[in-house]
């Protein structure tokens, strides 16, 4: 017996401070590439990148309200995630996010282990979420 889709989504998969980058906002390529770090929040399908990285062991996990506004939020729905071709970025383990909106962001992290489990973490978000 299959359960509900909606039992398959954990409520918060995963939370940290990555590089960022919006390269694609709903199809229009952006002028200037700008890198930041963010604390990013994995919850419920959607995947939001804060201002700042500050706010991130200040409590924000335990209040949530707590947190500065989102900058980005991305549905996982019909979005896809791939390691970038080495022409996007001259940084080290840089995945490429792709929105259904035609949205394009960079997120890198120049540890190894850390990319990866984002990469596994946001994966299994979108596979989860297409299988219903
Ligand atoms: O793809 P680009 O244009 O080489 O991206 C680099 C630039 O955005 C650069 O800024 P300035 O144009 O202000 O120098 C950034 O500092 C670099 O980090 C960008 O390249 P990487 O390869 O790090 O994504």
Redesign the pocket.
């Known amino acids: 017996q299959a359960s509900p889709p909606e039992e398959k989504i954990k409520t918060l998969d995963k939370a940290g401070v990555l590089h960022r980058?919006k390269m694609v906002d709903k199809g229009k390529r952006l002028r200037?590439?700008?890198?930041s770090a963010s604390w990013t929040v994995l919850e419920g399908g959607v995947l939001t990148f804060f201002k700042d990285s500050k706010t991130s062991a200040a409590g924000g996990l335990r209040q949530p309200s707590k947190l500065s506004t989102p900058e980005y939020t991305v549905e996982l729905k019909g979005a896809s995630l791939a390691w970038a071709a080495k022409d996007?970025?001259?940084?080290k383990n840089v995945l490429e996010l792709r929105s259904r909106d035609g949205s394009e962001y960079?997120i890198q992290h120049d540890s190894e282990a850390i990319i990866s489990a984002w990469h596994k973490a946001i994966t299994q978000g979108i596979q989860e979420l297409s299988a219903d």
């Not at 200037?32 to 890198?35: A, D, E, R, V």
């Not at 996007?88 to 940084?91: E, L």
């Open positions: 980058t200037k590439k700008h890198w996007k970025s001259s940084k960079l």
